[in-house]
């Protein structure tokens, strides 16, 4: 791999002993790794370095009871020629009757149902399937003889994605693939350096412009995508930023100094503000950072959790509200209002999960969200029920408690086994069935537009997307293709079309078919990147 102007501190020269997600105490980290090196190294030096060791794939023998998984096993092809490789990764179980107590008595039921167009119960389900909404519409029964809403919310939540349709395939791993805007451009960044830009206005992935991305150490971990869809931001182990334009055959390829104490620094999550002015960032300093566009400089840095800071979100559309989430895993809640880097407090925090948070994704409303965690589960919070000094607590001490590493090692059983949870823990909801590991996996509510945000999606280390419900808890679909782990997905914001970004170095385009089994090995178009 080729890597431009990186520090060799940041190990950007060949696979990091670590991940993402590495602590700034160099030598913590070395005498947490080491003995795991040293110990295999003789077996397989190599596997080690690709995040897929003996350890980390191989079946449980002691695990004989099956009925604890959504499937005992679960076989995935590395690879191809003589360097195919088999690994089995062990499900997290996905619990049949998800307790859904929280959701039944807290807004967002009644929101959803509503907004989502199924308030009416007691409708026949004959009168509710497409023809029949169409029969009703061309005879004028909906208001003005249109579709409402909630009509259409309805009708988009049953044409879930279900058809791999089309495939690009990358020389190496793709780290991050998002439709930007309104759908009409789609972004993918890949471990090669390069950032490909894709015009996608005629329902097909025609590339229209690649950027070669400076200063990268390992690989291009996150990138955001202005709000006027005029510029990208991309991050790496690099004290910089890097600011791009979407369009245009000039290219603007701006560096934006953060300016952090540490020279071995990563900004792991992104976002930018409404106005398209402030970049949000979570780094492995334990801080959070804010880059101000109109200033030219970093206007905010404050201490924001005990160790990594792997997500950062902003709550809604004033960009006053911000979440963050990390290694610690805590999900805090911050006012930029009341914020200073010489005292800062969080107005709350959400505990629950038991290991670190890999991303945090709002609902948009200044009210809920959802974030995806190494203990192998999606919580839904609601930010107007914040966790008490106990939930703080428990979730600090089952933190600690962890004597395993998701980069490389297995899932522990205990987690493959029911879900407990902790005390204190004041989420919503908990959804079970998708496995974090190797990487900072992604997740999202589903769109509003088409979906009424009804549904959860996640990556997942098996080479799957998952859909949970979200009022129900329960696992809606499940699209499988890849040959590596899932990190990044994206759902088209006004179409049945969602793509998945996975380390087997493919990007597939997931579409709603009405009978796709019987288009199974039909109609699928494979091309590489460079094919474009």
């Known amino acids: 791999m080729n890597v431009n ?4 501190n940041r190990m950007c020269d060949r696979p990091p002993p670590a991940r993402e997600d590495t602590r700034t105490n160099e030598d913590t ?163 090669d350096c390069m950032i490909r830009i894709y015009d996608t206005k005629q329902a097909t992935f025609r590339e229209v412009k690649s950027i070669s991305a ?83 400089h970093r206007s905010l840095r404050i201490r924001a959790h005990d160790g990594d800071v792997n997500t950062v979100a902003f709550a809604d559309k004033t960009s006053q509200i911000l979440f963050s989430g990390g290694d610690d895993g805590l999900c805090k809640v911050w006012d930029r209002r009341t914020l200073s880097e010489g005292n800062p407090k969080p107005v709350g925090i959400l505990a629950g999960h038991s290991n670190g948070i890999t991303f945090v994704d709002s609902k948009g409303d200044a009210r809920y969200l959802i974030t995806n965690s190494k203990d192998q589960s999606i919580k839904l919070w609601d930010m107007r029920a914040f966790s008490s000094k106990e939930g703080i607590e428990s979730t600090r001490i089952a933190v600690a408690y962890q004597n395993w590493d998701y980069r490389w090692q297995r899932v522990p059983k205990k987690l493959l086994d029911r879900y407990v949870k902790l005390a204190g823990d004041t989420s ?45 808890g329960k696992v809606a679909t499940v699209l499988s293709g890849h040959r590596g782990c899932v990190r990044d997905v994206s759902w088209h914001p006004n179409l049945p079309v969602l793509v998945s970004s996975s380390w087997d170095g493919a990007i597939c385009e997931w579409v709603y078919s009405s009978d796709p089994d019987s288009k199974k090995g039909r109609g699928k178009r494979t091309r590489s990147a460079r094919q474009q």
């Open 214 to 296: 400076r200063d990268v150490g390992w690989s291009i971990l996150d990138m955001a995508v202005s709000p006027n869809g005029a510029h990208f931001v991309y991050s790496s182990w690099s004290e910089y930023l890097h600011l791009c334009n979407v369009f245009g055959d000039d290219e603007v390829h701006e560096a934006l100094p953060l300016c952090p104490d540490d020279r071995r620094f990563c900004i792991f999550a992104l976002q930018f503000s409404c106005d398209g002015n402030d970049i949000l960032g979570g780094a492995n300093d334990s801080c959070l950072y804010v880059y101000d566009r109109e200033m030219h």
């Open 29 to 191: 980290d070395y005498s947490r790794v080491l003995p795991f090196f040293l110990g295999r190294i003789q077996a397989n030096q190599a596997r080690l370095f690709n995040f897929a060791s003996d350890d980390f794939y191989e079946e449980d023998s002691d695990d004989s009871d099956g009925e604890h998984h959504l499937s005992s096993l679960y076989t995935l092809s590395m690879g191809g020629g003589l360097m195919s490789r088999k690994y089995y990764f062990q499900l997290v179980s996905a619990a049949t009757s998800p307790d859904n107590s929280g959701i039944l008595s807290n807004d967002i039921y009644g929101i959803v149902k509503q907004q989502s167009g199924s308030t009416n119960t007691s409708q026949p389900e004959s009168r509710m399937c497409l023809p029949s909404l169409l029969q009703q519409r061309e005879c004028g029964m909906p208001c003005g003889g249109t579709f409402s809403r909630g009509d259409r919310c309805r009708i988009g939540s049953r044409l879930l994605p279900n058809y791999k349709m089309h495939t690009l395939n990358y020389p190496s791993k793709a780290f991050c693939g998002t439709f930007a805007g309104n759908g009409e451009v789609f972004m993918t960044a890949c471990q």
């Open 428 to 472: 919503l909801m908990t959804y079970q069935g998708h496995t974090v590991l190797q990487t900072l996996i992604r997740c999202h509510f589903s769109p509003a537009a088409t979906t009424a945000q009804q549904f959860i999606y996640t990556g997942c280390a098996s080479g799957r997307v998952v859909v949970y419900d979200l009022l129900t």
């Open 5 to 8: 102007s990186a520090s060799p």
